[in-house]
């Protein structure tokens, strides 16, 4: 089936510092990925998407490349700030893929001290 | 403004008494979920439903119950809650032929006593 992998938290940075999140995933079928944010005591929110291959999703600073070759999605930002702390959510959908087709990570907890 | 509502946000219950919590979207949204969150485990799907009338299982259904007799509402029934239903539960929604980005409540912190 399929499934997304990333990398265990929590991860604590300093602000300022550059991030990556890992994201690998396994998918039956060609699926659009997300990166999901989850702020203290709020739902999930989408941060940014990409589509097909060697797309680009960027927000709030935020990028990630669909790179199908390694099939990845890793989450990078150059500069974190305190305000970025938050869990951070891989997913896919797989087209087509039935009902759902969702599938998420387990999520990344990111801490950013001052 | 667009967006998915659910009560309530917090409660503590007792088990075996029975409880809802409601879910409403006003975006006029084909499909909705409902998810657990769980220390550990991430999101894990309970149920969704593909339009009025149609639900199925997600991967943890057990214990639970849901109704879609309006496109809006999708409540999730907990007939005879148990202690290992505490969780934070969240409601979502798709809009059906989009790229498949969820919209998410707030979500609801539930405590079986």
């Known amino acids: 089936g399929d499934s997304v992998t990333q990398m265990e938290g929590p991860v604590t940075l300093s602000e300022e510092a550059f991030l990556t999140i890992n994201c690998t995933y396994t998918a039956t079928g060609y699926p659009s990925l997300f990166w999901y944010v989850q702020y203290p005591g709020e739902g999930l929110q989408l941060l940014l998407k990409a589509t097909k291959a060697d797309d680009k999703g960027s927000n709030k600073g935020f990028e990630a490349t669909y790179r199908k070759e390694t099939t990845s999605f890793h989450l990078e930002k150059g500069s974190v700030q305190v305000s970025d702390s938050a869990v951070y959510f891989c997913a896919l959908r797989v087209s087509g893929g039935g009902a759902d087709g969702l599938t998420f990570g387990k999520g990344t907890h990111l801490i950013i001290q001052p | 403004e667009a967006q998915v509502t659910q009560n309530p946000r917090y409660l503590i219950t007792v088990t075996g008494k029975k409880l809802t919590v409601t879910c409403s979207q006003n975006m006029n949204h084909e499909y909705m979920s409902w998810y657990r969150q769980d220390p550990g485990l991430g999101l894990r799907q309970i149920y969704y439903?593909?339009?009025?009338?149609?639900?199925d299982k997600g991967d943890v259904p057990e214990g639970y119950k849901v109704s879609r007799k309006e496109k809006r509402n999708f409540p999730l029934i907990l007939e005879s809650p148990s202690p290992n239903q505490t969780s934070l539960y969240f409601c979502?929604?798709?809009?059906?032929?989009?790229?498949?980005?969820?919209?998410f409540g707030e979500g609801s912190r539930l405590t079986v006593l």
């Open positions: 439903s593909m339009n009025v009338e149609v639900t």
């Open positions: 979502a929604s798709i809009r059906t032929g989009g790229t498949g980005e969820l919209f």
